[in-house]
């Protein structure tokens, strides 16, 4: 199921927004430490996504796992993602926790 990671990012980098789609089950929840910022949905990957690429079109996101946890229901892919954008000096680097379910969606991304 890394592969379903490395092809959302693909997607991401692209800033591809139906590719991205096809790998983002429709309720995926997407978490912060500051619980105020905080969403969840398909349509909010549109507003959320589509906002961060009008405003940083040169954006680029990329990933290590550092560990992968299973269960009958999903995997969990933990993850160091750093992300930039050339154009703005944006660079923020933290761990990231993916979930993915059996039928290869992201239902959860977790920044820690």
């Given at each position: ?22 790998y983002i089950h429709?309720?995926i929840a997407v ?80 920044h820690l």
């Open positions: 199921m890394a592969d379903i990671l490395s092809a959302y990012y693909e997607a991401m980098n692209k800033h591809n927004m139906e590719d991205i789609l096809t429709s309720d978490t912060f430490p500051e619980s105020e910022r905080n969403w969840q949905g398909v349509e909010n990957v549109r507003i959320k996504f589509g906002g961060m690429f009008e405003k940083m079109p040169t954006f680029r996101g990329d990933y290590v796992i550092s560990n992968i946890e299973e269960n009958d229901n999903a995997i969990y892919l933990h993850t160091k993602c750093t992300f930039k954008c050339q154009q703005t000096n944006f660079n923020s680097s933290r761990p990231m926790i993916y979930t993915i379910n059996n039928t290869n969606k992201i239902t959860k991304i977790q």
